[in-house]
């Protein structure tokens, strides 16, 4: 009877487990669905901007502003988006893997997210900046991350500046990725820019063919350049985090699904070994009482 009274605790155990992981499932599941709108929404304004960038480029030199710039130095600067919390199945695991291929070993890092910020410091990695975005996402919390990074670029401070971040690809299928944010100079050879990755709803490619627009800047093509690059900046960092937070609460919400069917499916295992002890306890005694009638007569 020992052994049944276990099983019952265990399958109590059990439930209480699955209750929970259903619990966490509805409240990922209603921030999913904000979350996965809030990026999708994005995309569109991103994609004209991202147009208008791949315009204007061809007008303009390296020298004509320093986020064009080219730099031959090797100071890296990576802004990591991860998350405050785990149960989201290998999403900042897959991120950190992807961290530690594409970017340089020396390279300094911002951080958003506690997960992938402790895991920076337990490696020794230089973290020069830590910030917190709250949920859902608000364009004014990341413009200061913008800002932050654009002087830190303006500065000199570094040659490069990375986002490593996971991108939103569907609700079963998150990716991430390692784009470069600085300088703006379209694809090289190894690397992606921020402009053709952050956001992969829209196909740039299908407007590098296009004939060439004309533009006429007003009041001046320095100042047109000195409007839309931070403001490219800025709208890519915050692109980046909505992206993130899309896929944190879609992983969640598929891992706490699993966690919650394997649950279900722990306790019928249970159940039947349950029964089985019982009904195998219940003929014992029948067989004990026949045994013992049979000796009384």
Do not use: W
């Not at 159940?271 to 089985?276: A, Q």
């Amino acid at each position: 009877m020992a052994n049944l009274r276990d099983i019952r605790r265990r399958i109590k155990s059990v439930k209480n487990t699955a209750q929970i992981t259903r619990a966490m499932q509805l409240v990922a599941a209603a921030k999913m669905k904000k979350a996965q709108d809030q990026a999708l929404a994005g995309r569109d304004y991103a994609l004209h901007l991202t147009q208008v960038l791949f315009d204007i480029r061809k007008n303009f030199s390296e020298e004509s502003h320093p986020f064009l710039e080219h730099r031959n130095g090797g100071r890296e600067l990576v802004l990591v988006i991860s998350t405050d919390k785990g149960l989201c199945g290998p999403l900042n695991t897959n991120l950190a893997r992807k961290i530690k291929v594409l970017t340089s070993p020396d390279a300094d890092f911002i951080t958003v997210g506690r997960k992938l910020r402790i895991l920076c410091e337990k490696l020794g990695r230089n973290v020069i900046a830590d910030f917190t975005v709250r949920d859902p996402v608000p364009f004014s919390q990341t413009r200061p991350i913008a800002k932050f990074i654009s002087q830190q670029y303006l500065d000199r401070n570094y040659d490069k500046v990375s986002i490593a971040f996971t991108s939103f690809i569907n609700t079963l299928r998150q990716e991430a990725e390692v784009v470069t944010l600085l300088p703006i100079q379209g694809r090289r050879k190894g690397e992606e820019q921020a402009f053709e990755s952050i956001g992969k709803g829209f196909a740039v490619e299908e407007h590098l063919n296009e004939p060439d627009r004309d533009y006429t800047f007003e009041p001046s093509p320095a100042e047109v350049l000195g409007a839309i690059l931070p403001l490219y900046v800025n709208y890519e960092v915050f692109q980046a985090h909505v992206e993130s937070r899309a896929s944190e609460h879609s992983a969640r919400m598929v891992a706490m699904k699993s966690a919650t069917d394997n649950a279900n499916k722990f306790i019928k295992e249970l159940t039947l070994e349950y029964n089985k002890l019982r009904q195998g306890a219940i003929t014992a005694e029948l067989l004990e009482i026949t045994t013992a009638m049979k000796a009384m007569e």
